[in-house]
């Protein structure tokens, strides 16, 4: 990639699309707002085929991603250098030097945003640790744009404190595309379905009976040993207690919806001693299936 930082521009592309909040709205209707103080936008916007595009800063106070759909560009972040091509995203914390650019022969297209709050900074953390890097891809697909278009353009009838509101409600979505992204294209993965979506969907078809790791681990074609640690690492549970959770989710519909006696629905549910039945249930909702009844029939 050349880098001919003379003929580099910050900013000025035909057809760009940019706004930059004012900081008495920032102050005003995003920091002194509990429904969205955790996660707001400051900046966002698009740039196509922006040839000469080069930032270099020692560090922003705002979090930042940037997401290529078409061309190419380079990162540079703690010293490593990441090349940009269409579908990759990178992220950069706030704080960090850092320093971009795009290609000159073949100039990127992005869509960009600044942000601040504690549960950005976390979402960040989270992508890091998710794909290793401040850089990964993601499967293009137009619901991201159209929710980008949606942030961008009600920012665009101004900055009322509903409208600020509602903006940043939705911005976390736009984030969680990026973080969850086969959770938010899960039809772009049906030809190579992820394994632990295979293992819930068989614990969902077979809620009313008995699963062993063996037999979750042999569906998916792995050892169990193996197969527990992926599922656990994606989950945070091992297979069979997420198993059980779904049973319990059952359950409660069960205790709130029909006049089932407590053996009955742990019958149901594939499990035959109604005591460690119980004694699951509480574990998982920190009361016993019978309060449980109580609590729920009480109000509706």
Same mark, same amino acid.
């Given at each position: 990639?050349?880098?001919?930082?003379?003929?580099?521009?910050?900013?000025?592309?035909?057809?760009?699309?940019? /706004?930059?909040?004012?900081?008495?709205?920032?102050?005003?209707?995003?920091?002194?707002?509990?429904?969205? @103080?955790? !996660?707001?936008?400051?900046?966002?916007? =698009? =740039?196509?085929? !922006?040839?000469?595009?080069?930032?270099?800063?020692?560090?922003? $106070?705002?979090?930042?991603?940037? *997401?290529?759909?078409?061309?190419?560009?380079?990162?540079?972040? @703690?010293?490593?250098? =990441?090349?940009?091509?269409?579908?990759?995203?990178?992220?950069?914390?706030?704080?960090?030097?850092?320093?971009?650019?795009?290609?000159?022969?073949?100039?990127?297209?992005? =869509?960009?945003?600044?942000?601040?709050?504690?549960?950005?900074?976390?979402? /960040?953390?989270?992508? *890091?640790?998710?794909?290793?890097?401040?850089?990964?891809?993601?499967?293009?697909?137009?619901?991201? /744009? $159209?929710?980008?278009?949606?942030?961008?353009?009600?920012?665009? &009838?101004?900055?009322?404190?509903?409208?600020?509101?509602?903006?940043?409600?939705?911005?976390?979505?736009?984030?969680?595309?990026?973080?969850?992204?086969?959770?938010?294209?899960?039809?772009?993965?049906? @030809?190579?379905?992820? /394994?632990? @979506?295979?293992?819930?969907?068989?614990?969902?078809?077979?809620?009313?009976?008995?699963?062993?790791?063996?037999?979750?681990?042999?569906? #998916?074609?792995?050892?169990?040993?193996? *197969?527990? !640690?992926?599922?656990? &690492?994606?989950?945070?549970?091992?297979?069979?207690?997420?198993?059980?959770?779904?049973?319990?989710?059952?359950?409660?519909?069960?205790?709130?919806?029909?006049?089932?006696?407590?053996?009955?629905?742990?019958?149901?549910?594939?499990? $035959?001693?109604? *005591?460690?039945?119980?004694?699951?249930?509480?574990?998982?909702?920190?009361?016993?299936?019978?309060?449980?009844?109580?609590?729920?029939?009480? #109000?509706?």
């Amino acid at each position: 990639m050349k880098n001919i930082h003379g003929n580099f521009k910050k900013d000025g592309f035909e057809g760009q699309m940019a /706004i930059v909040l004012p900081k008495s709205i920032i102050n005003q209707f995003c920091i002194k707002n509990k429904i969205i @103080d955790k !996660a707001f936008i400051t900046d966002i916007g =698009y =740039y196509p085929k !922006a040839k000469f595009h080069y930032r270099k800063r020692a560090g922003v $106070e705002q979090n930042i991603l940037i *997401y290529c759909v078409e061309g190419k560009g380079q990162v540079t972040l @703690d010293k490593n250098k =990441y090349t940009i091509n269409p579908g990759d995203f990178f992220v950069i914390p706030f704080g960090k030097p850092h320093a971009y650019q795009t290609d000159i022969e073949n100039p990127w297209t992005i =869509y960009w945003c600044h942000f601040k709050g504690e549960q950005t900074d976390e979402i /960040i953390k989270q992508i *890091y640790n998710k794909f290793g890097s401040f850089k990964a891809s993601v499967p293009f697909t137009d619901s991201r /744009i $159209e929710l980008f278009n949606k942030l961008y353009q009600n920012l665009e &009838k101004g900055y009322s404190f509903e409208n600020i509101s509602y903006v940043n409600l939705l911005f976390p979505q736009f984030l969680g595309s990026f973080l969850f992204n086969q959770k938010f294209t899960p039809n772009l993965a049906l @030809d190579t379905p992820d /394994i632990i @979506d295979l293992s819930i969907q068989l614990m969902q078809e077979n809620i009313f009976k008995s699963l062993s790791l063996k037999e979750l681990a042999e569906h #998916v074609n792995s050892s169990p040993s193996n *197969y527990s !640690a992926v599922f656990r &690492k994606k989950t945070g549970f091992p297979p069979v207690a997420y198993f059980n959770h779904l049973k319990i989710q059952k359950a409660c519909q069960f205790l709130q919806f029909t006049d089932l006696r407590i053996k009955e629905i742990a019958l149901r549910l594939g499990i $035959e001693d109604q *005591y460690y039945f119980s004694r699951l249930f509480t574990k998982i909702m920190s009361c016993s299936p019978s309060t449980y009844r109580e609590q729920k029939t009480a #109000v509706r």
